[in-house]
């Protein structure tokens, strides 16, 4: 039975009626899927792979809805804890309300505002939270320990490191390792620790923020969670606001304990690496090994983040801090310079009507086959659709050819890229061609030109030339220097 199925019954035993309709939600970073089920009320359909996260996930939310927090309610699981239905809080993401202007030191003195209120909530969550908590519900672990530090840690090696292709000394890189491990578990506190407090876990609600994906918290020190909100690769905070977001949850974090300012900063910022390196083997895993090409994306966000702390000296890990400093040089994660004068056109069409001209007079470029990929057309409930279309993402992204396919692509033109830019070059054409430029072709272009906006900044100009569909993706500043 599939998960729609399954949802729809789940939801006819709760309410005693059949949703009017289900939606699925595109497929994000998890294992979950997520599903909106339509109707009186309109709630939202889980389906997670592990039951025990599952579990969790549900007995954190009535603790944390007893104590008063704002998380969503879970009305009803599946027998199995594989399936379960909780309150709908709407489509409306932090993130969503970030953009870039506070990436570049231009927030809102609304943005700031809702920044501070989420802030100043986290401490409420983690303190008031674990009032009452028993924390052998979490999971996988009920605390944050030796083992869970040297996992992150390890992640980041085999993942991460170790795919940069530099050379290190696995001993001297164990020791710092260990040496890691202890600075971070040196404080012991009975706090509440989200582990994955992010602005894609922030929903607001008309104003309000609630929280969700904490399936993974558990007993552990408040630092970790400060880290992973405003040191968010994507986020890209600049450091001013950082600061004032950092003293904003000091003093919140006042009305539960005693803060020595200046203790919490220096103790904060092992936190901080710890978060940096635990994030890139998250990327490197989803990336490399899962072939999810967008979160490479998000890589150059992280090695700001690291250039920047590196700036300060970490003497507790002096071998981690050299070899970090020379990963952060390699020529591949060098920082681009913003700039408004190289335009990538990126093109899909049918090989039949001919390949696309190269409008800037240049001529070259890149035009790269994708007929020998499995084409979706072939079958009936694709004809339709597009490669825009969530059924023929799914298609393309469950039978994997695509993501090979993409990966050279991405070397090839990432490479020129970089040359254009550093050599002040304008133009630079890349097309995707296909049988009838309507799904392969179209997916891959699509997926190319959000791929550079995001790594580079550069200007894209988008046509899916058989679909009459035109995009620009304006150019963006990318990183902290």
């Not at 030191?105 to 986290?122: K, M, P």
């Not at 001013?240 to 203790?263: G, K, M």
């Not at 050819?401 to 254009?420: C, G, K, Q």
């Given at each position: 039975m599939n998960p729609t199925d399954i949802l729809r019954q789940l939801y006819l035993l709760y309410i005693g009626h059949e949703p009017e309709s289900i939606e699925a939600f595109p497929s994000s970073g998890s294992n979950r899927r997520y599903f909106r089920l339509a109707g009186q009320p309109t709630l939202i359909g889980v389906r997670g792979e592990s039951a025990e996260e599952n579990r969790a996930f549900?007995?954190?939310?009535?603790?944390?809805?007893?104590?008063?927090?704002?998380?969503?309610?879970?009305?009803?699981?599946?027998?199995?804890?594989?399936?379960?239905?909780?309150?709908?809080?709407?489509?409306?993401?932090?993130?969503?309300?970030?953009?870039?202007?506070?990436?570049?030191?231009?927030?809102?003195?609304?943005?700031?505002?809702?920044?501070?209120?989420?802030?100043?909530?986290?401490?409420?969550?983690?303190?008031?939270?674990?009032?009452?908590?028993?924390?052998?519900?979490?999971?996988?672990?009920?605390?944050?320990?030796?083992?869970?530090?040297?996992?992150?840690?390890?992640?980041?090696?085999?993942?991460?490191?170790?795919?940069?292709?530099?050379?290190?000394?696995?001993?001297?890189?164990?020791?710092?390792?260990?040496?890691m491990a202890d600075v971070l578990l040196e404080e012991d506190t009975p706090t509440f620790m989200y582990r994955d407090f992010q602005s894609r876990n922030v929903m607001l609600r008309g104003d309000a923020p609630w929280f969700i994906d904490f399936q993974g918290g558990r007993r552990g020190p408040v630092y970790?969670?400060?880290?992973?909100?405003?040191?968010?690769?994507?986020?890209?905070?600049?450091?001013?606001?950082?600061?004032?977001?950092?003293?904003?949850?000091?003093?919140?974090?006042?009305?539960?304990?005693?803060?020595?300012?200046?203790?919490?900063?220096?103790?904060?910022r092992h936190f901080v690496l710890f978060r940096t390196l635990q994030v890139l083997g998250t990327y490197g895993f989803r990336g490399y090994f899962e072939r999810k090409p967008h979160f490479l994306q998000s890589v150059p966000f992280a090695l700001a983040n690291?250039?920047?702390?590196?700036?300060?000296?970490?003497?507790?890990?002096?071998?981690?801090?050299?070899?970090?400093?020379?990963?952060?040089?390699?020529?591949?994660?060098?920082?681009?310079?913003?700039?408004?004068?190289?335009?990538?056109?990126?093109?899909?069409?049918?090989?039949?009507?001919?390949?696309?001209?190269?409008?800037?007079?240049?001529?070259?470029?890149?035009?790269f086959d994708c007929r020998a990929i499995h084409n979706p057309g072939r079958y009936e409930p694709y004809k339709l659709l597009t490669g825009l279309d969530e059924p023929v993402i799914r298609?393309?992204?469950?039978?994997?050819?695509?993501?090979?396919?993409?990966?050279?692509?991405?070397?090839?033109?990432?490479?020129?890229?970089?040359?254009?830019?550093?050599?002040?070059?304008?133009?630079?054409?890349v097309s995707f061609g296909c049988t009838g430029g309507q799904h392969r072709s179209v997916y891959a272009a699509q997926h190319l030109a959000q791929h550079l906006n995001d790594v580079f900044g550069v200007e894209v100009d988008l046509c899916h030339r058989e679909r009459g569909i035109r995009q620009v993706f304006p150019p963006k500043h990318i990183a902290e220097s």
């Open positions: 549900i007995y954190l939310a009535d603790h944390f809805r007893k104590q008063g927090l704002p998380v969503p309610q879970v009305y009803a699981h599946s027998d199995d804890f594989l399936y379960y239905l909780q309150e709908d809080l709407g489509d409306t993401l932090l993130f969503d309300k970030l953009g870039t202007k506070s990436r570049e030191g231009g927030a809102s003195a609304e943005l700031c505002q809702l920044l501070r209120q989420v802030i100043r909530l986290l401490p409420v969550l983690q303190c008031k939270g674990a009032e009452g908590l028993d924390f052998s519900q979490c999971y996988p672990q009920p605390a944050f320990n030796r083992r869970s530090v040297l996992w992150d840690l390890n992640y980041f090696k085999y993942c991460f490191l170790k795919a940069t292709g530099i050379d290190f000394q696995e001993d001297r890189l164990e020791d710092d390792f260990q040496a970790y969670d400060v880290a992973s909100f405003l040191w968010q690769a994507k986020a890209n905070f600049p450091d001013t606001l950082r600061q004032e977001l950092v003293h904003e949850y000091i003093d919140a974090l006042r009305a539960f304990r005693p803060v020595d300012e200046a203790d919490f900063k220096a103790r904060l690291l250039r920047h702390l590196l700036q300060e000296p970490y003497a507790e890990y002096p071998y981690l801090s050299g070899l970090l400093r020379r990963m952060t040089e390699l020529e591949r994660f060098s920082p681009t310079p913003p700039t408004d004068h190289l335009v990538v056109r990126v093109t899909s069409f049918a090989y039949p009507k001919g390949i696309p001209e190269d409008p800037s007079g240049n001529g070259g470029g890149f035009v298609f393309l992204e469950d039978d994997g050819e695509i993501f090979a396919f993409l990966d050279h692509v991405y070397a090839l033109v990432d490479a020129s890229v970089r040359r254009y830019l550093k050599r002040g070059f304008t133009s630079l054409c």
